[in-house]
């Protein structure tokens, strides 16, 4: 991988046909001829590389997206599903299933993964908070073969340390799992941190239009291997249309995240002198407490961050309501700004005290930056806070 990010997502994997288009077109089709029954086996035994059948991702489209997919990564090998959540639960089924251990707040369909379902087929699974992380240690002792992730978590941004938490789950032969769906690849590369897989939301900053569901993961090949099986089985492949749709927003992520990097900035810093905001939660501000190490293990600080207002759950609700560019929906690495309340949205379910333990106040908002100019979305922000 010698060529820079921007190059590689332009360029990586790109199918030419015989027609001379610059991109990989779409292969529609379920299912491919063979010229021979002897050519057939050899694809199905796996002695050839070829094109069968699209739900296994032995599609044109497919192949090539996720060659573009692990190249984002500096990764060996990627598997592309039709959402994130598909993407983490074929992770969790195949290197899982001797225990999984989440650190930190992490995206609320994950966390009802872990906590209600993968126990209902006899897997342990552990949440433990970032002040928790002295227990890691032990926990890791009792068998568990998995760590999982978020860095920067969701709403509070709190950073972890990649590499550390990657050496002690390595110590204790467990594997180390980051969902880098905030960061994107554009700002944090887990893999050369020491991780051994990431996983992708590629619904939010890789689609980046809030038009299309979409997962990846992305690993060593010989640790990607065993999950094909899963994915094929459990029928969560991404269907070709979308492969080509994702593959066409990645070609401009640098350009776009750059851009959400650099505007959240400045709203995050208008923010911080705004006397209607209590507390700026960005990792791009010197006094944010993960500031130092963000610097350190990341090349840009996101287009996500939270501020609390200073009032009440209902005056927040009532800003969140009064945004007029900001558009009240959950989601979140678009090209259009959005907001949410976390205590409305991703974390509703859980009782007051548990969201206090997690740092969530009812009067936070999470603001995810989209493409317009930061002077219009301050303004917007400002008239709806006063
Ligand atoms: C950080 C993170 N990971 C994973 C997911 C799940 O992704 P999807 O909605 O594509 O299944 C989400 C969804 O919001 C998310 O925010």
Partial sequence: MTEKLATRCVHASELVDSHGSPHTPIYTTTTFKFASTADLLDVVDGRKAGNLYTRYGLNPTIASLEAKLAALEGAQAAWAFCSGMAAETALFLTHGRKGVICLGDAY???????????????????????????????????????????????????????????????????????????????????????????????????????????????????????????????????????????????????????????????????MGQNPRVSRVLYPGLPDFPGHALARKQMSGFGGMLSIEVKGSGEDATRVADRLKLFALAPSLGGVESLVTQPCTTTHHGLTPEERTRRGISDAMLRLSIGLEDADDLIADLRQALD
């Avoid at 291997?225 to 401009?252: D, F, H, Q």
Wanted: some cysteine; glycine content about 8%.
């Fill in 108 to 270: 609320g369909g994950t966390l009802e993964l872990l906590a209600s379902q993968l126990p209902l087929l006899g897997i342990r699974t552990h949440l433990l908070l970032g002040d928790d992380m002295a227990r890691l240690d032990a926990i890791l002792s009792e068998g568990s073969e998995l760590v999982f992730l978020e860095t920067p978590t969701n709403p509070t941004l709190e950073i972890f340390d990649i590499h550390a938490i990657a050496k002690m789950a390595h110590a204790h032969g467990a594997k180390l799992a980051v969902d880098n769906t905030f960061a994107s690849p554009v700002n944090q590369n887990p893999l050369a941190l020491g991780a051994d897989f990431v996983v992708h939301s590629c619904t939010k900053y890789l689609g980046g239009h809030s038009d299309l569901t979409a997962g990846a993961l992305m690993g060593a090949t010989e640790l990607l291997a065993p999950v094909w099986n899963w994915r094929k089985n459990l029928g969560s492949m991404i269907a070709p249309e979308i492969a080509a749709l994702l593959a066409r927003s990645i070609r401009t992520l640098p350009v776009r995240v750059r851009q959400q990097n650099d505007t959240a900035q400045k709203v995050a810093e208008a």
